[in-house]
């Protein structure tokens, strides 16, 4: 092979590393377009919101750890009938407190939203963009 065509193939190479990296750039820049735009949005700015007032609830925070210690305490069958009553008492609360229905659906109306732009971006490239792939390289 000649010099020139030794030039010729590695400018080739060379414009298609530079194609793809410009490509790559502009997804690049294109999501952090869409997370800035994301995290201005009402949606997202609602549940961080309704999150923070949450976090800052000392009485409704205390209320989901006791419904996640009963929850765990019937995963792992250490529960009589009486746990079970307790924790419909606690959903019963839950449900009538304010602030973690609020969160709720914040958080449910943020996942909408993201559902969305998911659906979205698997109809543009004709495949489930966010689906699992299974985890793991072995």
Known sequence: MSDAQDVDDAAEGSVAVSDEEDVEDRVEAALREFLNTLGESETYQRFVAADEALQDDDDAMALLREYQRKQQQMQRGD????????LKQLQTEMSNNETIQRQQAAQTELVELLQRTN????????????????????
């Open 79 to 86: 529960f009589d009938g009486s746990v079970m009553a307790e």
């Open 119 to 138: 659906d979205a971006i698997s109809d543009e490239i004709g495949e489930e963009f966010a689906r699992s792939t299974g985890g793991g390289c072995c």
